[in-house]
Each structure stands twice: as C-alpha cells, then as structure tokens.
C-alpha cells in the first residue's frame, strides 16, 4: 500500500505536502463564542500527518456566522486561536489552510452577534431550517439583498480576514464557493435574481465570486488560494439550473486565468445528491492547469484510479478522518477503519465524538 500514489509526495501552490491525502472542510461546532479554542487545537494536530488540512468553514464576517458556534477570522481574538492550532499542526509538520465561509442567506439572527446582517445577492429565503442553540430548529429567513456598498464591504472582509489567516499562521486559504453558501448563491440563478452587474448573465453571476478570488490572490499571493466548488450540488437549497455546465465552464476558465493554487471540486452523489457528470469532472481538469482536489465518498481503491488517470492531483477525505484520527496510517498499512462513527454528536460542543477517537494501537491495547 505504501507504494501507491496517494501516499507519495507533491506541491500545492506554494507548499509541499508528504501525500496526497486532504482532510476534507468539515462544521464540527466547538467554536464557543466563534473562537478557535484548545480542543479544536488538539483535534486538528492529531490529524496532521494528512498531506493538506482544510479547515472547518470558518467566516470572514460577523455577517457570515450562520451557524451555531464556527469560528471566525475576523478579529484579533479570533486569529489568536487560531495561532494555537496552526502551531500544534506545524509541530507535527503538517499542512493546513483555513477555509473561509461565509453563509450567506443561510442563517438565523439567533447565531448571530448583535448588529450583525444576513446578506445575499437576493432577498431570496432558502427552503428548510436551521439549527439555533436557543430555540432549536428555526426557518430560515429572508435575506437582505446586498447593496453595492455590502458588496465592496464584504470582499474587502474577505481580503482582511485572508491576511489575518496568515498572521495566525495557515499555510493558505480555500474560499468556500460550494454547497450553497455566499459565493455560490451569486453564481446560481435560482438564489441571484439581480438585474445589475452581478445578476443576470452567467459572466455576471459569476463576477463577485471571480473579484473575491483575485483580490485575496493579490492580498497574500495566488499560490496561497484555493476555491472549492460544487457543481450539481444541492446543499442550501440549490436547484440544479440549466445552464449549469456552461456557467462552470467560464468560472474555471477564469480560475484558471488567475493561476490561483488549487480547484476543490466536491461531488456530493455518495450522500444522496446528483452525480456529477464525469463529462463537467474531465472539462475542469482539461480547463485548470494547476492543482485539483477531488472530495466525495473515496475509498482507497477509486482515489488511486483517479490519481493514475490524472482527473485529480489530491484526494480529498471527510469523516473517515473523523473516527480515524490516524487515518493515513491505516490506509497506507491496510489496517481496518473504525466503524464507531457517531453522528449524533458531530455538531455538539464537546470533546465527545471530537478528540475521543483512539488511533489504531490504542485499539489494540
């Protein structure tokens, strides 16, 4: 196993990784106050021998914390946790990039600080509920459509929060443009009705998301930036559109015209959404000439088939890195992965179900 490709060395932008194994982004909801704290710290370090973390979505406004406790990177105290984090997976010499998230219209007042907006590029309310510590399940609301003013103040917050990754010490950025969140809901049709520059034409839809890219490259270099996309993914309430395979077309030309670092291109089909096609899969690797991170329900044995076939450069893992903190060493060992996945505290604020997982040998004692 240790002979495979998914274990042996390559560049991400700026950066060498010693595989080619991500952790995938994923919203585990121990940020108390939307602070990184110790335990987030000791969950992430204990994952670091991954060639790239992504972190959890974490916002770079106050406007974006649609969620019940994720962290933010949009003030000191903030970048201060966040310093402890990327320490402790330095020390272990990992790897890892924070991804900004920002929810958009997929948020509820209650998680929010005071004084803070739920913004979208259309006051369009996304069908469902969202989760409140509060008052439990709410409805998700209408979102106020941002001015052109909230326009220029939320990608100047995206070019603030990108440098203040860096002074807290990440290796890098992924600017979360998937599954329905801010960035995307500019890009679809069915979530951006404007009628001015930013709506309309898929060149328009996609105008917002192609200046936040180029203004955080300019801001901390492009070898430094990754976007993550998902193309016929459902997530937040997100139609698939007609125009959808030329729509991602033109956004990856784009990509690719800024030479940023990677694409993170998310098929969600293992989950219950619609397959990707493998046609849009090969267009973006034929249009993309950098990195391309693969992530949607891999095993061992289809990462390695995409690698060979060169339609990813990385392979992207979610939650078996949950309960399998050691989980390169298990795969690159052909050693048994933990079944022990609970999912009912996934979005808890404790360290159960977090950094409770033993590694292998602890197992066997």
Known sequence: MENLKLFTRTRVGSIEVKNRMVMSPMTRCRAIGNIPNELMAEFYSARADAGLIITEGTSPSANGLGYARIPGVFNREQVEGWKNVTTAVHKKSGKIFIQLMHTGRISHPLNMPIDSHIIAPSAVRAAG????DTQQMQNYPVPKEMTMHDIIFTKAEYVTAA??????????VELHGANGYLLEQFISPVSN?????YGGSIENRCQFVIEVVS?????????KVGI????YGIASDM???PEIDPTYKYLCEKLNALDIAYIHQVDHSSMGSPVVPMEIKKMIRTIFKNTIILSGGYSLERAEVDLDIGLGDLIAFGRPFINNPDLVERLKK??????????D????DSKEGYTDYPIFKAVLV
Do not use: H
């Open 345 to 348: 505290l996934f979005y808890t």
């Open 228 to 231: 993550r996309i998902s193309p």
């Open 215 to 223: 203004s955080v490259a300019k801001a901390i270099g492009k070898d």
């Open 193 to 197: 009705i404007r009628k001015d520059k």
């Open 163 to 172: 440098k203040n990754s860096m002074d807290a010490g990440f290796d890098g």
């Open 239 to 241: 139609p698939i559109y």
């Open 129 to 132: 509920q969202m989760w409140t």
């Open 334 to 343: 052909d050693l048994p992965l933990s079944d022990n996945l609970r999912m």
